[in-house]
Nanobody, 115 residues
Framework: QVQLVESGGGLVQPGGSLRLSCAAS????????MAWYRQAPGKPRELVAS???????NYGNSVKGRFAISRDNAKNTVYLQMNSLKAEDTAVYFC?????????WGQGTQVTVSS
């Protein structure tokens, strides 16, 4: 079974930065497509960023220019570098992996942007 474990969430001031990590196990990591989603209270889950196993990236409009997704296949880890954080970035951030139409989810890590 594929397992995804997020880390790096926490409290940060507006304008600050945070880096999230997602470690995968139970699968050959380099075969996975990876993504970050987030969900704020009362809001639907939304795509933040994705990176395919081939390295192609995609970003949600609300984070373009501020966030960057990357992966380190040797460490079985995908990262989300978040810069210029805003209060509206506050959410639970979920790691996602997919192979074709099969999806896997981590438990999420809380990011709170507040002064």
């Amino acid at each position: 079974q594929v397992q995804l474990v997020e880390s790096g969430g926490g409290l940060v001031q507006p304008g600050g930065s945070l880096r999230l990590s997602c470690a995968a196990s139970g699968v050959i990591f380099s075969t996975l497509n990876m993504a970050w989603y987030r969900q704020a209270p009362g809001k639907p889950r939304e795509l933040v960023a994705s990176i395919t196993r081939g390295g192609s990236t995609n970003y949600g409009n609300s984070v373009k220019g501020r966030f960057a997704i990357s992966r380190d296949n040797a460490k079985n880890t995908v990262y989300l570098q978040m810069n210029s954080l805003k209060a509206e970035d506050t959410a639970v951030y979920f790691c996602n992996a997919w192979i074709a139409a099969v999806y896997y989810w981590g438990q999420g890590t809380q990011v709170t942007v507040s002064s």
